[in-house]
């Protein structure tokens, strides 16, 4: 008995702990870094709102044509605009004005849009681009885009369509804030592009 060792020892079995400790996170194999919801937890699907709601029931029951007719409508109300006001003849601080412009005096990436605008619907393109030579650059693109978008939506026209690559979009954006930065340079030839 002396030299014997215990090896076990006879104990009643402990019942289980109703509240086990948590067990420390786990990394790999996780529901956060998969992405997927825990299991069995249902989320109740959002309601819309009044106003969401009538906004799709108009959209559903309207034409085809009614969205494309809209935007249309929007860029004849822009057009109209510039015609009407004629920014030609107004002092570039005049109201309404670019907040960029008033509070620093610097041209903002759009300023000279509207005159450009206005000289492109009198065909002067010279001065539109002396204005905004990146917006008269885009017009014939964005132009494209919109007849081949309506064209589909509206009479189901499978027109060309202008494929441009994020790469190409990334470089006019790049180019365009490069040419906002330039023309508010007060230096030579720089202070040529100052609106």
Do not use: Q
Request: proline share 11%; net charge positive; with cysteine.
């Amino acid at each position: 008995m002396y030299g014997e060792r215990v090896t076990s020892v006879d104990r009643p079995a402990a019942a289980p702990d109703p509240h086990p400790p948590a067990e420390p996170h786990a990394h790999h194999g996780s529901h956060a870094e998969h992405g997927a919801w825990p299991a069995g937890v249902a989320y109740p699907p959002v309601e819309p709102d009044r106003f969401t709601r009538l906004v799709l029931r108009l959209h559903a029951r309207a034409p085809r044509w009614a969205v494309p007719l809209a935007a249309l409508g929007c860029v004849g109300l822009g057009m109209a605009y510039a015609l009407l006001s004629d920014p030609t003849h107004s002092d570039p601080d005049a109201r309404p004005t670019c907040l960029l412009k008033l509070t620093t005096g610097l041209d903002c990436p759009g300023c000279g849009g509207t005159r450009a605008l206005w000289y492109v619907l009198h065909a002067d393109l010279p001065a539109a681009a002396r204005h905004h030579f990146l917006f008269v650059f885009s017009l014939p693109f964005l132009a494209w885009l919109f007849v081949s978008w309506a064209g589909n939506r509206a009479f189901g026209w499978r027109l060309p369509e202008l494929r441009i690559s994020p790469k190409v979009i990334g470089g006019f954006l790049a180019l365009w804030l490069a040419f906002s930065v330039a023309r508010n340079l007060p230096w030579a030839p720089f202070t040529s592009l100052y609106v």
